[in-house]
């Protein structure tokens, strides 16, 4: 069974630095390419950027160029997502995604991680 | 930024059918990219219920479809329940924003 199993809620103030991770077990890691989605609170869905663990080729969202760094560790399964200088609007869920196997263009994501609520207060 | 979009909300009584319909442009659904569904339940994370345009993953009950036409999709849901009450969101590819994975802007379906 593919499982993606994330770290738990942070609750951080603005200027700090976090990392939160997912790790995926169940298939092969190396093989597909993982995702980062946030959720804001009560918002919609926004894919943030995806690695592919393989060879750490990294594609980001124009959005999110810049404000966060998406990174993995092949050895230990684990994708990661990254902040040097949080703000009150890094307030959300994120989520990591298993993107699909197949044609780049056209698969979903297939499988999603619990979520990692990260919280952002002086 | 959603660059595909969703009616905010839907609603109808169980056993009805209702659509919901996503709207893109030629840079993304209409490039010919595939257009992907995904159901939130209230307090969970979201998951996969329509692939590639119009295939259901193993599990996912035969009353959802996905259909794609120019530069729209559309998602289905006949024989409504209480269970479908939920947010839905489409997913595409899209080429204009430097090669990027793009949501709609999601629709909450309200059983009545």
């Known amino acids: 069974e593919v499982q993606l199993v994330q770290s738990g809620a942070e609750v951080k103030k603005p200027g700090e630095s976090l990392k939160i991770s997912c790790k995926g077990s169940g298939y092969s890691f190396t093989s597909y390419w993982i995702g980062w989605v946030r959720q804001m609170p009560g918002k919609g869905l926004e894919c943030m950027g995806i690695?592919?663990?393989?060879?750490?080729?990294?594609r980001y969202s124009p959005s999110f160029q810049g404000q966060v760094t998406i990174s993995a560790d092949k050895s230990i399964s684990t994708a990661y997502l990254q902040w040097s200088s949080l703000k009150a609007s890094d307030t959300a869920m994120y989520y990591c995604?298993?993107?699909?196997?197949?044609?780049?263009?056209?698969?979903?994501?297939?499988?999603w991680g619990q979520g990692t609520l990260v919280t952002v207060s002086s | 930024q959603s660059v595909l979009t969703q009616p905010p909300s839907v609603s109808g009584a169980p056993g009805q059918r209702v659509t919901i319909s996503c709207t893109g442009s030629s840079s993304n659904i209409g490039a010919d990219y595939d257009v992907h569904w995904y159901q939130q339940l209230p307090g969970t994370a979201p998951k996969l219920l329509i692939y590639g345009n119009r295939n259901r993953p193993s599990g996912v009950p035969d009353r959802f479809s996905g259909s794609k036409s120019g530069t729209s999709a559309s998602l289905a849901i006949t024989g409504l329940q209480a269970e479908d009450e939920a947010d839905y969101y489409c997913q595409s590819y899209d080429s204009s924003l430097s090669g990027s994975r793009v949501f709609g802007t999601g629709t909450k379906v309200t059983v009545l």
């Open positions: 995604v298993r993107h699909g196997s197949g044609n780049y263009y056209r698969m979903p994501f297939d499988s």
């Open positions: 690695i592919y663990p393989g060879d750490s080729d990294t």
